[in-house]
């Protein structure tokens, strides 16, 4: 296994377009995270599933943007109508709950999202 | 809601010289992080911190949880040109998401 995978790894997009990020998470991790990071600053927390069940959405994730992960595999990262202040890049991370005394959230590369 | 303030935003030193960055925060964590990330890659985790008054080194990095479990350092030690990049500081309450910083950008002058 060769870590989290995200796909597209760029995408622009004009305003007012939808948009859908994908997440492969590491094989054997339950919990997938996503994050969004704007120039210049630290990841945002968006939300976070456990398996299948999405867990806790943060007040960032407005109702334009909606995540699944319908198998508790890969997930998806939908943002509808975008707006221009959507654009940063949307980070994935996962890890595993069981054993150790502290199970590192591992992250992908990103998808860089331009709104134009 | 929960905020870390972590300083310096930016350094610009020599290779070879000694690296000191820190992180506090208004809320308590049972956990503090520190991570690099590179450009156009995902943060990697440096040193985990679980007790506070915790020192724990990985390297030539050496960080500390604080006594008061608000506040935590990262040291590197004899800079080297691959210690160029974004270093986060992390703290994690419960069992879900992290809070991060907002970075300390590390430039080396050869």
């Known amino acids: 296994d060769t870590g989290v995978s995200q796909d597209p790894r760029h995408k622009i997009t004009k305003r007012g377009q939808n948009v859908t990020f994908r997440c492969d998470p590491i094989?054997?991790?339950?919990?997938l995270y996503w994050y969004r990071q704007t120039l210049g600053q630290g990841p945002e927390f968006l939300t976070y599933?456990?398996?299948?069940?999405?867990?806790?959405k943060s007040r960032l994730l407005s109702d334009r943007f909606s995540a699944e992960r319908p198998k508790g595999s890969f997930s998806t990262l939908e943002i509808q109508r975008t707006e221009q202040g959507d654009s940063a890049m949307y980070l994935c991370?996962?890890?595993?709950?069981?054993?150790?005394?502290?199970?590192?959230?591992?992250f992908g590369p990103g998808t860089r999202l331009t709104v134009l | 809601g929960q905020q870390l303030n972590q300083s310096p935003q930016s350094m610009f030193i020599q290779e070879g010289e000694d690296v000191s960055m820190n992180c506090t925060s208004s809320?308590?964590?049972?956990?503090w992080l520190w991570y690099k990330q590179d450009p156009g890659e995902g943060p990697v985790l440096l040193i985990a911190?679980?007790?506070?008054?915790e020192l724990t080194s990985n390297g030539r990095l050496t960080a500390q949880f604080g006594i008061t479990r608000k506040d935590s350092f990262l040291n590197i030690s004899a800079s080297i040109p691959s210690d160029v990049g974004i270093y986060f500081c992390?703290?994690?309450?419960?069992?879900?998401?992290?809070?991060f910083g907002s970075g300390t950008r590390l430039s080396i002058r050869p």
């Open positions: 991370a996962s890890r595993k709950t069981a054993g150790g005394l502290y199970n590192e959230q591992f």
């Open positions: 094989s054997e991790h339950n919990r």
């Open positions: 599933f456990q398996n299948e069940a999405q867990l806790e």
């Open positions: 809320s308590i964590f049972n956990t």
């Open positions: 911190l679980y007790k506070a008054g």
């Open positions: 992390a703290g994690q309450g419960g069992a879900s998401k992290i809070i």
